[in-house]
């Protein structure tokens, strides 16, 4: 197996890694030859695998030296095959501790992940030329999909990589078949770890890497205790409290999308879970589309929806296409800040001077500082009192408690093999696109837009002539 250490450019700055560290120190232990986990020599198919060891002798172990249960230490198992500190002999691709017979084998140090080693597309595309000069052709679905990927984002080495792939193979064929078929175990291993298959999730996904230590200790300059108090500010603001979908039954064990239809954008009655999360902050509320919904209709009996309707078109505007920006942000001013205006809101007189001033040159955020205004007038007069309200209180006594649901073991595989990655974000948002333009194609026309369009197009054409 090629690999090429290279800087790990931060990854030993990662609280994960001392976590890792941890988990090592464990590993160790359970390999000690007099208080570790008992391991024997078994037979798998017609080879002799030395060092084995069984799913509920590892358990066993864990579950003694922490003083837990079984399904505790089962839990830790788990996480300690999915880190591929521990490898399973028959079953690869799931990443689980079975707490029965099951057969597993202690990961050679070499491919701990704590050594940090880059895991790169080359050295997967010689693992997988090598399978697939073993198997005569014949891989794993999704093993075949990245192998044709390579194949053609590697094109320019290929020869260098099925030379490797060649040698390797001859190399491996040289040692005994125990020996042979223990190393094909420890690799596969790595890389079911570090290349999952579709509907499994990585153990290893770091996110972005960091490049300073977080824990390197800092002059207390004055500078320094400014950052302190602007970041204790920004806390003290921020909402603790976070709730999701997967707390009161888990839809994504499942193909059934009667968890989702629940928490749709449009449902007339929206979970409890989801109802009592607007009550965790002002911002949770306005996020919702369907708790927007029944707040628009509280300031509609407070007479005061024209904040709602500031705020919804700012964000239009922050979020909106860039060929838009200067349309919408002099309807806005029209029927939201000139005098006189349909939909007047109250802001005071330097906000509406630095806004007006913006709206001369518009940008996305030309709006921010009208917008921040309204939000917290709102938030401090409005949000209170809509929690207390017979809107909210009715939106609670119709809101609907799910059934979890109790799936085997069985149920759960089948449905993690059938399982595949769900829509694109930026395909959902064309969706959404997509169906507001029709609404607003059936819609009445505004004849008096259309005619100010056209008179604009044909002052730009005079003017171009």
């Known amino acids: 197996m090629t690999i090429r250490n290279v800087h790990d450019c931060g990854q030993r700055h990662r609280p994960r890694v001392a976590c890792l560290k941890k988990v090592e120190a464990l590993v ?49 198992g788990t996480m300690m095959v999915a880190f591929g500190y521990i490898y399973p002999l028959r079953d690869h691709k799931r990443l689980i ?18 050594q940090q080693w880059p895991v790169e597309d080359t050295d997967y595309a010689i693992y997988l030329a090598k399978r697939n000069i073993r198997k005569n052709g014949v891989l794993e679905l999704h093993e075949q999909e990245q192998y044709n990927n390579l194949h053609k984002w590697l094109n320019h080495k290929w020869d260098f990589i099925v030379m490797q792939a060649k040698e390797q193979y001859r190399a491996g064929k040289e040692r005994k078949k125990p020996d042979r078929v223990v190393f094909d175990c420890q690799e596969r291993a790595y890389w079911v770890v570090h290349r999952p298959p579709p509907g499994s999730v990585s153990a290893m996904d770091l996110g972005l890497l960091r490049l300073i230590d977080p824990n390197q200790e800092e002059s207390e300059t004055s500078d320094y205790f400014r950052r302190i108090i602007i970041f204790t500010e ?11 979908v997967s707390l009161g039954a888990n839809p994504w064990l499942t193909d059934d999308p009667a968890y989702w239809d629940l928490n749709s954008l449009t449902i007339d009655n929206p979970t409890r879970m989801r109802v009592e999360r607007w009550t965790f902050s002002f911002g949770e509320l306005l996020s919702d589309p369907r708790g927007r919904d029944g707040f628009r209709l509280f300031l509609k009996k407070e007479f005061s929806s024209e904040n709602l309707a500031f705020w919804e078109a700012c964000e239009a505007v922050k979020w909106g296409t860039a060929s838009t920006i200067h349309e919408k942000a002099q309807q806005i001013y029209k029927t939201f800040l000139a005098r006189g205006a349909p939909r007047w809101i109250n802001i005071d007189g330097k906000t509406m001077e630095v806004t007006v001033r913006g709206l001369k040159h518009p940008h996305r955020y030309v709006l921010d500082a009208a917008q921040t205004h309204i939000y917290m007038l709102m938030k401090k007069d409005k949000y209170g009192r809509y929690l207390k309200s017979p809107v909210y209180m009715d939106y609670q006594r119709r809101a609907t408690d799910p059934e979890a649901h109790n799936f085997t073991e069985t149920q759960l595989a089948q449905n993690a093999k059938n399982r595949r990655p769900s829509l694109s974000p930026i395909i959902l948002r064309q969706q959404e696109e997509e169906q507001q333009a029709k609404l607003e194609a059936s819609g009445p026309v505004d004849l008096t837009q259309v005619m100010s369009k056209l008179d604009k197009r044909n002052m730009l054409k005079e003017g171009q002539k």
């Open 234 to 244: 920004q806390c003290i603001m921020r909402p603790r409290v976070k709730s999701s």
């Open 28 to 76: 160790l232990e359970m390999q000690d030859p007099t208080s570790g986990v008992k391991s024997q020599t078994q037979r798998l198919v017609i080879t002799t695998i030395p060092h084995a060891l069984t799913g509920e002798d590892v358990v066993a172990w864990i579950a003694k030296r922490f003083n837990v249960d079984a399904a505790e230490g089962c839990a830790i």
């Open 97 to 114: 501790l079975k707490s029965d017979a099951s057969l597993y084998r202690f990961q050679t140090p070499y491919f701990w992940p704590a």
